[in-house]
């Protein structure tokens, strides 16, 4: 063969190789998603519509080192089998979209896991809405302390669905703070007073302070029922009965030394408001205490839930029995719902309520743990039933990552009848505004607050 055909044919060869190269990253490109970096400019994180703070749904990065279990398996089989939260052909397709890479680079649904790798997946997340009520700068102190007045639905720390919709995200990026210490931890549903150290220092020497009882807690809530009107102290001791659950419940027996104040404030003949001072800090400590004496707080969806804790609504401990075989209509529709699923496979993606429970000593309460399961389950199953079409029938998903979209939670279920009215120490108090369902009792709480010693 002549040299001038050697070369044509290799540049046909090249030409042909070129093309197919070509086509391939045509290909990719047309599955590839873009996937824009976290945003940090609050115009473009944070908006407002029917009355509830909103994410712009995002992209957001987790990676991590390949586990050692996972080296030696395709990439398709490590998400596939170790993360079970979503359906198998999810997987498949973030691999073609480049949602899934090692190293930094794309990969194939067949790209074994080295050692050392390191393991990326873009999340697609829709953050739940909050509540548009602004998180309130009480005051900052020079010394290194900020205090906020912290709204109801809005948790402390990025925590499962939740990242920019935080306090700590919030205050960094609306308000333009960095370091940030929270020392006193209120609840996602709880609203009012937090001390946020600005350095490391300010916030371990508050903290000492908390647990040394140097710092005093005063709280108002809004509770079922009418309450005593003598000063009522309840010492019972609380143990954290199911992690994953948030389920404490009265243990005398292993629960850790508790101790609460109580006093009546006001009452309507239905619901009393009434002010507390936790002397200990257990988890959810008023609300255990409330429902433990018969008067929990009304709008508590864990602690005032006849599901779960039966008519008693679990006054003195006293709860049901788990009953497997009691259905009301709803369970009958929902267990019907399941069934179907079972049979065409599409509930495997819903994670499992396995693994929830404490192991220590759990057996007294396997019943009300169970109960809550069910409950727990069924909230999220008439959720999904009742959200999964829209008016015309079709079903409402993110048009990018498929994920059904959720309902916004209800005005009701954005906080619950609990607010850290006051902190106080040796020399200085600070207090947050009462919120609108307990203004009537501004007059009484005056009379019974903490007044703190005065330093020289």
Not at 409 to 417: R, S, V
Request: net charge neutral.
């Amino acid at each position: 063969m002549s040299d001038s055909k050697k070369h044509a044919l290799l540049d046909s060869v090249n030409s042909s190789d070129n093309n197919k190269e070509r086509k391939r990253q045509k290909k990719q490109n047309q599955n590839k998603i873009e996937k824009p970096a976290d945003p940090t400019d609050p115009e473009t994180v944070y908006y407002e519509s029917d009355g509830l703070q909103r994410i712009h749904p995002y992209f957001h990065n987790f990676a991590t080192y390949a586990k050692g279990r996972w080296v030696g398996r395709t990439i398709y089989e490590v998400f596939s089998k170790e993360f079970r939260d979503r359906p198998v052909d999810y997987y498949l397709k973030a691999i073609k979209q480049g949602l899934i890479e090692i190293n930094g680079q794309r990969v194939e649904k067949d790209t074994v896991v080295r050692n050392s790798d390191v393991v990326t997946h873009y999340i697609h997340r829709h953050e739940p809405p909050v509540t548009v009520q602004p998180l309130g700068i009480v005051e900052h102190i020079k010394d290194g302390l900020l205090l906020v007045d912290k709204p109801g639905s809005i948790p402390v720390h990025p925590t499962g669905r939740y990242n920019y919709n935080s306090v700590t995200k919030i205050l960094q990026i609306k308000h333009g703070y960095r370091s940030l210490y929270p020392v006193n931890r209120l609840d996602r549903l709880t609203s009012g007073l937090m001390l946020v150290g600005l350095n490391s220092d300010v916030a371990r020497r508050m903290e000492r302070d908390l647990t040394s009882h140097r710092i005093q807690k005063e709280y108002v809530c809004k509770v079922k029922g009418v309450f005593p009107k003598e000063k009522i102290v309840c010492d019972q001791p609380i143990r954290v009965v199911a992690h994953k659950l948030s389920l404490n419940c009265v243990d005398p027996k292993d629960g850790k030394p508790s101790l609460t104040e109580f006093e009546l404030l006001t009452t309507d003949g239905t619901h009393s408001i009434v002010y507390c001072r936790p002397k200990t800090g257990r988890t959810h400590q008023i609300r255990v205490h409330l429902q433990f004496l018969g008067y929990p707080i009304a709008n508590d969806p864990l602690y005032c839930n006849k599901e779960v804790w039966g008519e008693s609504l679990g006054r003195n401990g006293v709860f049901p029995k788990y009953d497997c075989n009691l259905k009301d209509a709803d369970a009958e529709t929902v267990e019907e719902q399941t069934s179907q699923e079972a049979a065409d496979g599409s509930n495997e993606s819903r994670p499992k309520m396995s693994g929830q429970r404490d192991t220590d000593n759990i057996e007294p309460w396997m019943d009300l743990v169970k109960r809550m399961e069910e409950w727990k389950t069924k909230q999220e199953l008439i959720e999904e039933i009742s959200n999964s079409v829209d008016t015309q029938g079709v079903p409402r998903v993110c048009d990018k990552c498929t994920d059904p979209v959720l309902p916004d939670p209800k005005p009701e279920e954005l906080c619950i009848w609990l607010h850290a009215w006051r902190y106080s120490g040796p020399g200085w108090s600070y207090e947050t505004p009462l919120p609108a369902w307990s203004v009537e009792a501004k007059e009484h709480i005056e009379k019974v607050k903490y007044i703190p010693e005065k330093t020289e």
